[in-house]
């Protein structure tokens, strides 16, 4: 089963890229840090530049069965990095039919980093993408990173996602 990670982070080597470095490492998946492409914001007249990243990032997304979103949560929302992408992405159906479709049947999941507490409806519009694209949520993670590291309690919780994310639950 291949995995892909869509990484929010502003940063490298943050809290978010640890987890996804810690993700990877136990389900053998590729990384995509938003940060190093170039996706332009959503568009009425789906006009967007030539150098516009966005479309590769859909193809490595197609040849994944599953696509985890992660991100830090900024003032109890998702990065701005993943904001961009979910208005692009969910605008697939109806400016690229038959690329938005083939994302059908493909599995979702989010893990959400922050120093504070989980919060219940910060997964809602990703649950709601995932309904309007016709593809299967299979769940979120919060990790409270207050100390700034992955402690054995994260991993725990890090490695029980893993068990979702393979169909082991």
Known sequence: MSTVIISGGALGG???SQINNYLADKV??????LK???INHYRYDHQYDIDDDFIQIVDKMI??????????MYWYAMSGHIKVFLDRWTDLLKSNKELGRRLRGKRMGLIYNSNGEQVDYFEMPFINTADYLGIEFIGSLHINMEQNTITENIK???NKYCSI???EE
């Open 36 to 38: 190093d492409y170039k």
């Open 156 to 158: 725990f919780h890090i």
């Open 28 to 33: 053998k998946c590729n990384i995509i840090n």
């Open 63 to 72: 040849s994944s069965e599953t696509i985890i979103f992660s991100t830090p």
């Open 14 to 16: 943050n809290n978010t």
């Open 165 to 167: 994310l393979r169909n």
